[in-house]
């Protein structure tokens, strides 16, 4: 049975718009830096710049805000994994996004007052927020402040790879946030996560014993 409940609280929605904006404009002005024609850039290159680090500072203080929240909130259990049969569970979800959405049916790991994420968005959000955001911080950091990056690891020049790896994790991280939104969509309506995180409120299931 489906109910409404106050499913995100305040400041979660604050730090996830927070979040949503920073890694927005980060993109922006990421593109505009490495991609756009010199001659009609997306943003001017020095203002590119100057926003992308400032970003990157509101950036990173905001995940030490969710990695110290996790570790004595209850909000860190979301990110706890159940690894008995989660094999099981990633083939099911992954199924359903395949085949069983297309056709109507019953979502095999509905939101509910205790599950916040299905098995591939726990896997997921696991690896963005402890994997990739960590990294691209540290090495945006590192491309900030060039004198703290190793001066020619494996011959060859620190600052070149930090640049590469951060450029590709950013891509990485701008694949996800496409993913996100779309899969954002598969709601009750296809606005309904949206007004979740403005209002709180989400359709929750009963919850029920988790499957193996």
Known sequence: MSKLSYHYPLIIRIWHILNALCILLLIATGISMYYADPGRPLIEFSWAVKLHNFTGIVLSFSYLIFFFANLFTENGCYYRTKWKGIINRLIKQ????????????????????????NPLQHISYIMIMYLAVPFVIISGLGLMFPESVLKAPFGVGGILITDILHV?????????????????????SKSANFKSIVNGYALVEEDEEEED
């Open 94 to 117: 992954g199924m359903y996004y395949m085949f069983g959405m297309f056709k109507g049916e019953k979502k095999p790991f509905p939101i509910t007052e205790k599950r916040k994420f």
């Open 168 to 188: 590709a994790t950013g891509f990485f991280l701008s694949l996800f946030l496409i993913i996100h939104i779309y899969v954002s969509t598969i709601g009750a």
